[in-house]
């Protein structure tokens, strides 16, 4: 079955960097948007940024612009996300998810798998 996992999260102190990872397996994602959701204790999971493997058209969430990057390995299939300049505002679960639906990329209820997410905080 479609599998996806992510790692790479921990702890660090404000203005440090993490990387993470996402890897899919069990299915074709050629033709699939990869997201990054995250979602904070008592808040809503909210769009961090996507990109569209076939194209490979990306969009940055206005709170993580200039300081987040997404890449992807299409061979792979996997999808990391760069981390930098980290804010304690960024703290939460990061949960890496697989999508067909193009014009609702925004939105975490079109996605059609999820990772198990990966604890990223940071300190002040």
């Known amino acids: 079955q479609v599998q996806l996992v992510e790692s790479g999260g921990g702890a660090v102190q404000a203005g440090g960097s993490l990387r993470l990872s996402c890897a899919a397996s069990?299915?074709?994602?050629?033709?699939?948007?990869m997201g990054w959701f995250r979602q904070a204790p008592g808040k809503e999971r909210e769009f961090v940024v996507s990109i569209r493997l076939s194209t490979g058209s990306r969009d940055y969430a206005d709170s993580v612009k200039g300081r987040f990057t997404i890449s992807r390995d299409n061979a792979k299939n996997t999808v990391d996300l760069q981390m930098n300049s980290l804010k304690p505002e960024d703290t939460a679960v990061y949960y890496c998810a697989a999508g067909r639906s193009y014009f609702r990329r925004y939105n975490s209820g079109s996605y059609d798998y999820w990772g198990q997410g990966t604890q990223v905080t940071v300190s002040s």
């Open positions: 069990g299915g074709t994602f050629s033709s699939y948007i």
